[in-house]
């Protein structure tokens, strides 16, 4: 059975920064691509940050530069750190396969950012 559980979320003001981690079992993530996603109140659940297996990194523009994702394969934990975060990142994060195996979906991690 796989188990995905993300953690590290948090309330922060405007311009700060959080560090989420996710940690899987009953599957490996090295190989294959992983992402972070992220789920507003009222809107669909998007990605925001892929690793590829190669190691290449694609963020979509709301987020660039401010978001990097990251992984240790030994740890087989996917990591995203969220620096100048801004009130309209508030959301649910979740972290999954890319493209996402719909039976994964963990819990997420809860982001709020304040003004």
């Known amino acids: 059975q796989v188990q995905l559980v993300e953690s590290g979320g948090g309330t922060v003001q405007s311009g700060g920064s959080l560090r989420l981690s996710c940690t899987a079992s009953?599957?490996?993530?090295?190989?294959?691509?992983v992402g972070w996603y992220r789920q507003a109140p009222g809107k669909q659940r998007e990605l925001v940050a892929q690793?590829?297996?190669?190691?290449?990194?694609f963020y979509p523009d709301s987020v660039k530069d401010r978001f990097t994702i990251s992984r240790d394969s030994a740890k087989n934990t996917v990591y995203l750190q969220m620096n100048s975060l801004k009130p309209e990142d508030t959301a649910v994060y979740y972290c999954?396969?890319?493209?996402?195996?719909?039976?994964?979906w963990g819990q997420g991690t809860q982001v709020i950012v304040s003004s």
């Open positions: 999954n396969s890319v493209p996402p195996y719909d039976t994964d």
């Open positions: 009953g599957r490996r993530f090295s190989g294959m691509g």
């Open positions: 690793n590829t297996p190669s190691g290449g990194t």
